[in-house]
């Protein structure tokens, strides 16, 4: 059975970068037509969307976050990690690691699987 387990400094400061990681126990990153999606849910509001990076590699980012995200893998460890740059005291969520089984990309979060627990992340001086 796959698990996530996200983790990651809780607080960080306005304008530095928020690193998560990911960990992925039960099955590989490398699995084909699985796809590892980054999900934030601020206070009281939806589930957004942030990115995803494929089995292959092939990353894929929300067209309004896409010029402060990437997404990077480390195969060895079974683990990926959201980088997200410039964050704001607007931004404090809650951030969750979750699996897609597809043959696409895609930023229905409803369709995912597998999700990690979620990891609180406040954006403060």
């Known amino acids: 059975q796959v698990q996530l387990q996200e983790s990651g400094p809780g607080l960080v400061r306005p304008s530095q970068t928020l690193s998560l990681t990911c960990t992925v126990s039960g099955g590989s990153i490398t699995t084909y037509y699985n796809y590892w999606n980054w999900i934030r849910q601020p206070p009281g509001k939806g589930l957004g969307w942030m990115g995803a990076i494929a089995s292959s590699g092939s990353t894929y980012y929300s067209p309004s976050l896409k010029r402060r995200t990437s997404i990077s893998r480390d195969t060895s460890k079974n683990q990926f990690t959201l980088h997200l740059s410039s964050v704001t005291p607007e931004e404090a969520t809650v951030c969750y690691c979750?699996?897609?089984?597809?043959?696409?990309?895609?930023?229905?979060?409803?369709?995912?699987?597998?999700w990690g627990q979620g990891t609180q992340v406040t954006v403060s001086s």
């Open positions: 979750a699996r897609a089984e597809a043959v696409r990309a895609t930023s229905r979060v409803r369709e995912y699987g597998t």
